[in-house]
């Protein structure tokens, strides 16, 4: 247990995506919290923002975003740890939670708003959860919109369930094989993959049913990160190791993912270029982005807020002693993650309050 004078306050949802990706971390580490409903108003006089969740801790501070309020919960309660002290898992967790944040999202939205049970039966539980069916719609509305915009459309729809088909395959072998990500104990990664898997595939009818049909193993992971019990954690695996299973889920996310989140990144970083006199109130979507998944166009939109998860990918890479980056990139070698982690953007974003705003990155400043 991690004991506090009061408890922490959870405003979220049970099928928010972000939501499922901090509640694994609050119950693994036994912290004492009150889960609460997301209230519109309170997170947007808290944080300015329309985001969900927010964390709000026993002296009444406020925590805004999944990947933040992760890293303040450990950097608080170290033990029992999410992340790992190893250089080889911890960058692999990195790339799971860039996975995860920048592209899960694809086969989540496509999954509840693009399939016909999902969306009918999402859209009753959004007016049930806020308690009036107008609110409901209108948040419907926003989310199936939202969907099309990240590039979940009609024409997307197969390349989309052919990754995700192989993604299931993967993590099921994987978790045959061993409870979690990393080996016997639940890391940051494992909370980060909850979002799309608990958050909404295991939420939303459709995508249950998929589950309960084709990937079992992933169905009794999800049991484990949603009531993660002290006394079952094992340890990570020795040596810094991957196991051959998490190497296959990491492949199916390189080989998809990894092109898209380059290329949005791309999209941003030109934007920065044209846009100097913009930097330090840049808007959180900055035009779109083209590129492809499995040979078919897909136009997404670009977001700042990409480049900030590449970074903290990029900067806990290059963190890294030579040797201990040598050892990284001999174990995720044929990943499809190399072009990533060798990019160098030529824009930093940071966090000012709640917003991101753009900071000349070194090499510029210097140059
Ligand atoms: N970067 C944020 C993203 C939070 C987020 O997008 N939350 C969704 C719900 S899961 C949301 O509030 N969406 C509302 C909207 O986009 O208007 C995080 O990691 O917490």
Redesign the pocket.
């Known amino acids: 247990m991690n004991p506090t004078p009061a408890p922490y306050r959870f405003f979220a949802f049970d099928a928010?995506?972000?939501?499922a990706k901090v509640r694994p971390a609050l119950r693994y580490k036994g912290v004492w919290y009150r889960e609460l409903p997301a209230r519109p108003g309170e997170i947007r006089r808290r944080t300015g923002l329309?985001?969900?969740?927010i964390l709000v801790t026993p002296e009444d501070e406020t925590w805004?975003?999944?990947?933040e309020i992760l890293d303040a919960l450990e950097r608080r309660h170290p033990e029992p740890p999410l992340l790992p002290a190893t250089p080889v898992q911890r960058i692999a967790a990195h790339l799971v939670e860039l996975y995860a944040?920048e592209f899960g999202t694809l086969p989540a939205m496509h999954t509840r708003w693009g399939v016909e049970l999902s969306e009918a039966t999402t859209r009753a539980r959004f007016a049930a959860m806020l308690g009036d069916a107008e609110l409901g719609r209108k948040a419907a509305d926003?989310m199936a919109g939202?969907r099309v915009a990240i590039g979940a459309t009609e024409e997307t729809g197969p390349a989309i369930e052919a990754h995700l088909g192989d993604l299931l395959a993967a993590l099921s072998s994987l978790f045959e094989a061993q409870p979690f990500l990393l080996g016997a104990r639940m890391s940051f990664a494992d909370c980060a993959l909850m979002g799309p898997c608990y958050?909404h595939f295991f939420n939303d009818l459709g995508s249950r049913r998929l589950l309960l049909e084709s990937a079992v193993p992933v169905v009794g992971w999800i049991e484990r990160c949603s009531a993660p019990d002290p006394e079952e954690q094992g340890e990570w695996l020795a040596d810094d190791a991957l196991a051959p299973g998490l190497l296959d889920v990491l492949c199916v996310m390189g080989r998809d993912a990894a092109p898209l989140v380059l290329e949005t990144v791309r999209a941003v970083e030109r934007w920065a270029d044209d846009n100097p006199d913009r930097l330090e109130a840049p808007p959180r979507i900055v035009g779109g982005c083209e590129a492809s998944l499995r040979g078919t166009p897909l136009e997404r939109i670009a977001q700042v807020?990409t480049l900030w998860m590449l970074q903290r990918t990029l900067d806990a890479y290059q963190g890294l002693e030579e040797g201990e980056r040598a050892r990284v990139d001999s174990a995720l070698s044929g990943t499809g993650w190399e072009a990533l982690l060798a990019h160098r953007p030529r824009h930093r974003v940071e966090k000012w309050g709640f917003e991101l705003i753009f900071r000349a990155s070194e090499e510029r400043s210097t140059t």
Not at 16 to 19: E, M
Not at 50 to 53: E, L, T
Request: aromatic share 24%.
């Open positions: 928010s995506y972000f939501s329309g985001f969900i969740p805004q975003d999944s990947s944040d926003r939202a958050g807020y």
